[in-house]
């Protein structure tokens, strides 16, 4: 499996002596669209601006398409399409001087091509029209699309995206979500930060979560959502018998919450969990009535909610 | 200094780097390689001018810099008009700018007077708002960040942006001069220039004294330009940045008219600032002014290595 993005112990301590990033071992596989999770603070940013080479890092290394970054950060970032942080725009220039504002800061960008890639990139995000107007007259939308155009300008290896659809509308977020996944069909590793778990699960083939500076896990999506068991729910007018019996029935952590009952599907023995439909059988057997059953698909949420024990509340 | 040693090679990477850095993208990019013109590099400098240049802040500036010789112009001609002369017949003209005296005889005096009028306030302000904002100002934006990872390269970033400051120095001092040549011509009459000397010399020979002294005016704002530039990768505010310059610059030119402090006045960037009136003599005078020059030179030195010791080893969080 080739790495596109390979970090080793990789540290950043503020001068305020605050750990922003705690020897984090990341490793993004080529062609992957990588999910980099996180609550709000807890180093994902810092981490992304030690792989752009914008931040040193305080101990570790951190290796881009194979080299050492900050050190090779001219042979390796026009090859790199960034969104960080949200989009920063000139706002006394329109949109597409903008963007060949940004090409021409690239050494490696033809001249000559120039007007014609930033054209092409403009049409990928659907900004042709609004081309002409200036980027302080744009949408929180619009200036996200921009940035984005900013990122297409060049054929990319590896596409770094903070947070891409903050500020659009679900439409908007659909034509990310399809660009995302059509770049990955080019070949084009993306690696996305997001605090929609919902995108995440939507898009990516990989995920890593981060908490407090520290990675919790990585690995394949479906991995990671396997990683908790999903939960029985029934929903019946006899909630306190449905309760006694499914833990009989080897049931744990049965919660009762008006005329539904949840509970985890235990693990019985060397690893099968109980089959739901022997319990429902049980349930009918000891005479409870029982409205609906099923059980609910663990999702990356729930994943998220075990790892890191939290929402997204904001780490101290 | 040793982080910025460790980021050079490659994170700022001046020009000599290209070389390697177009071979190391053969050899790391395989599929993504592309061939790299020496030439290219110089599009984030023409790139940097134009986005300068097309920005109405700068445009603004450089108006209110060519109205002050209009303003000086208009002002002498409405004094003279019955027929008396500049400063109500004191023997110097009074305690105005040089050469205001000799403005109604020769409209080309208007330029030099006009620089002299500028060069002390005007013209080091504006040069600190685009000198301060230069670094500071992308920051605030965000748009820094994205120069960076394009990737502009730190010293590339860092050498264009003082280009282009540079070329605003002149830009800045052009727009007096052209400005107060044209109004010269228009209200005064033109002819023969009397040097400080007490000789004669054409008008062409005038003319090409008055660009001569220009150029260094201009110039007189080298170090200005470096001090401006390092105090904006000092902070990611550029307004923080555009004020402490102009503030160093006001506090400087006071110092410099404090005679217990003339010990050190010999070091202040301004010091020789107004020799280029040197050059109206017949034959020139230059020891202030190469002075002047050399000492612009050094502040270039100084202020330009702090300015790229701190950048190259900066963590741009903004």
């Known amino acids: 499996m080739t790495v596109v993005i390979e970090t080793r112990g990789l540290t950043k301590r503020y001068r305020g002596g605050q750990l922003a990033v705690d020897r984090l071992d990341l490793a993004v596989p080529a062609g992957s669209v990588f999910g980099f999770l996180g609550p709000n603070g807890s180093g994902k940013t810092t981490t992304i601006r030690m792989l752009m080479g914008l931040i040193e890092p305080t101990a570790g290394t951190a290796a881009v398409l194979g080299r050492t970054m900050p050190r090779a950060a001219r042979a390796v970032l026009p090859q790199v399409g960034a969104l960080i942080e949200g989009p920063a725009l000139y706002g006394y220039l329109n949109g597409r001087d903008n963007l060949l504002r940004y090409d021409s800061a690239d050494p490696t960008a033809d001249p000559r091509t120039r007007r014609a890639r930033v054209a092409e990139a403009l049409e990928r995000v659907g900004l042709t029209a609004a081309g002409g107007k200036k980027a302080k007259a744009y949408s929180l939308g619009m200036k996200q699309r921009l940035g984005l155009a900013a990122a297409l300008l060049q054929p990319r290896r590896l596409l770094v995206l903070d947070e891409p659809t903050n500020g659009l509308d679900p439409q908007g977020m659909r034509e990310i979500r399809a660009l995302v996944r059509e770049l990955a069909g080019e070949g084009t590793t993306v690696f996305l930060s997001s605090h929609l778990l919902d995108e995440i699960e939507q898009v990516c083939t990989h995920a890593a979560v981060m908490a407090r500076g520290r990675l919790l896990t990585q690995g394949t999506v479906a991995e990671l959502a396997a990683g908790t068991r999903g939960r029985l729910a029934v929903t019946t007018p006899d909630p306190a018998d449905a309760a006694r019996v499914l833990k009989e029935l080897g049931v744990t952590d049965v919660t009762v919450a008006g005329d539904r009952v949840s509970g985890e599907l235990a693990v019985s023995g060397e690893g099968e969990p109980a089959d739901p439909a022997e319990l429902n059988a049980g349930l009918v057997r000891a005479g409870v009535r029982v409205r609906a059953f099923g059980v609910e698909r663990a999702s990356l949420e729930d994943a998220f909610v075990a790892l890191t024990g939290e929402g997204f509340d904001v780490a101290g | ?318």
């Open chain 2, 1 to 318: 200094m040793s982080r910025a040693e460790v980021l050079e090679p490659g994170g700022g990477g001046g020009d000599p780097a290209d070389g390697r850095r177009g071979a190391g993208a053969g050899a790391g990019a395989g599929a993504g390689t592309r061939p790299v013109s020496p030439l290219w590099t110089f599009g984030l400098f023409r790139s940097e001018l134009t986005t300068t240049f097309r920005r109405w802040r700068t445009l603004a500036l450089l108006g209110v810099l060519a109205a002050v010789p209009v303003l000086i112009g208009i002002a002498i001609k409405i004094e003279t008009s019955d027929g008396g002369s500049v400063g109500g017949g004191g023997p110097e003209g009074g305690g105005g700018p040089a050469f205001l005296t000799q403005i109604t005889n020769n409209g080309l005096f208007l330029v030099f007077a006009a620089l002299a009028a500028t060069l002390p306030v005007f013209l080091p302000m504006a040069v600190g708002v685009i000198a301060g904002d230069a670094v500071a100002g992308e920051a605030n934006g965000g748009t820094l960040r994205y120069l960076l990872v394009a990737p502009a390269g730190r010293t590339r970033l860092l050498l264009a942006k003082y280009a282009a400051t540079l070329v605003f120095c002149l830009a800045a001092t052009l727009a007096v001069a052209v400005s107060a040549l044209i109004v010269g011509a228009l209200l005064f009459p033109l002819g023969d220039v009397t040097t400080i000397s007490g000789t004669t010399i054409s008008f062409g020979d005038g003319l090409v004294r008055a660009v001569l002294i220009a150029l260094v005016v201009a110039a007189s704002l080298i170090g200005l330009a470096a001090l401006g530039l390092f105090v904006s990768t000092l902070t990611n505010s550029g307004i923080a940045a555009m004020a402490t310059t102009v503030g160093l610059v006001i506090t400087v030119q006071i110092l410099d008219t404090i005679p217990q402090l003339h010990g050190i006045h010999p070091y202040l960037f301004p010091h020789y600032w107004l020799s280029f009136a040197d050059l109206l003599r017949e034959p020139f005078y230059w020891d202030d002014v190469l002075r002047n020059l050399g000492l612009q030179g050094v502040y270039a030195a100084v202020f330009g290595s702090a300015a790229w010791a701190r950048f190259t080893a900066k963590d741009i969080s903004a």
